[in-house]
């Protein structure tokens, strides 16, 4: 697939000289589904925005098939976006809410009236047509949003964190809904999450961000199995963090011990960063473990058992179906393949 959108050595900066964006480069391919994912503040939102044609950068450039876009204003590039608030017209009823860029671009009448209807299909509000969208739900209202965002065929859509105001179960169904939009009409989806699970569950590939900075560009079994720094690990999932060293290859120590491992090429004694994910952590007998702790405390997240286990040094984070008593001390084990090293996080 050939890029679509790419982004050269991007920077903002505010007044004060504070930057939200630090040198940033990226290529977005055609009919890909891509997710910027990162805490608040981390330059998710500026950098959609600056793709959309709302901000312009302080320096760098956009590319858009192949040609810079800087400077062209939002309504001249073929991309349309969807936001939070989906800013649907109140007056208008769902039909003339999608038809609006229509007739603003002065199609005629029959054309409208294919294209609404395609539109209507796609996001299953067939029958809604005369309804004001006053009275549409949360789920239907953001339905409405993306159909008349869809109904001009951009060749991008950006999407800010357009889920983030409905309850759990529709979210959930609206992810599969996009998904399976997307797909079907085979276009390139930039999309705007602070979720993780968001993230993982519909991208082909997820940005991380922090500080203006993209921390990793990967899949999402790619971001989630082999993350690249610790920020990455805890972000994306939870995780156990640990100080450690690398005495030499394939051999790490941390809370006194020393584990073989899988990871090499690191400097002899080098200090990292060890991370062990809690599904990895296996608990068995503390007499035959590599690791001991005292349970701390137990809660049930419906698929499976949190546990803390006070151990040396570190509080291990444990995710078994089998529930261990508080106050017991118990026994923790990992497979070398399970230990994931990584230079240490620059501050």
Not at 108 to 130: A, C, H, P, Q, T
Not at 327 to 337: H, V
């Amino acid at each position: 697939m050939e890029n679509i959108v790419s982004l050269k050595n991007l920077v903002v900066e505010f007044e004060d000289g504070e930057r939200i964006l630090k040198n940033i480069s990226l290529d977005i391919k055609d009919k890909e589904f891509v997710t910027f994912l990162g805490p608040s503040g981390c330059g998710k939102t500026t950098t959609l925005r600056i793709i959309g044609g709302f901000l312009e950068p302080t320096s760098g450039d956009v590319y858009f098939d192949g040609k810079r876009i800087n400077g062209v204003p939002p309504h001249k590039r073929n991309v349309n976006t969807v936001f939070q608030r989906y800013a649907l017209f109140p007056h208008l009823n769902v039909y003339e809410n999608i038809a609006f860029g229509l007739r603003i671009k002065k199609l005629s009448d029959k054309e409208i009236v294919r294209r609404v209807g395609e539109m209507l299909e796609l996001v299953n509000l067939r029958g809604f047509e005369k309804r004001s969208v006053n009275r549409l739900s949360g789920g239907q209202q953001q339905r409405v949003a993306i159909a008349r965002a869809l109904v001009n065929h951009p060749k991008v859509l950006l999407l800010d964190e357009p889920l983030g105001a409905l309850d759990l179960k529709l979210r959930k169904e609206m992810q599969t809904e996009l998904r399976k939009i997307q797909q079907a009409l085979e276009l390139t989806f930039v999309y705007v999450t602070h979720d993780q699970e968001e993230a993982l569950t519909m991208s082909d590939t997820v940005v991380v961000m922090n500080n203006g900075i993209i921390q990793q560009i990967g899949s999402p079994i790619n971001i989630y199995n082999e993350p690249v720094n610790a920020f990455v690990a805890d972000f994306i999932g939870e995780s156990n963090i640990i100080n450690g060293c690398m005495p030499e290859d394939c051999v790490v120590e941390f809370t006194g011990k020393r584990f073989k491992c899988v990871d090499k090429g690191f400097n002899p004694n080098e200090t990292v960063d060890v991370v062990i994910r809690p599904e990895d952590v296996k608990v068995v007998p503390a007499d035959k473990a590599k690791l001991t702790g005292i349970v701390e405390s137990v809660v049930f997240k419906g698929v499976h058992y949190e546990i803390i286990v006070d151990g040396v040094d570190h509080k291990w984070i444990i995710h078994s179906t089998k529930a261990e008593p508080v106050g017991a001390m118990i026994g923790m084990d990992f497979d070398p393949f399970d230990i994931h090293i990584m230079k240490k996080t620059e501050e």
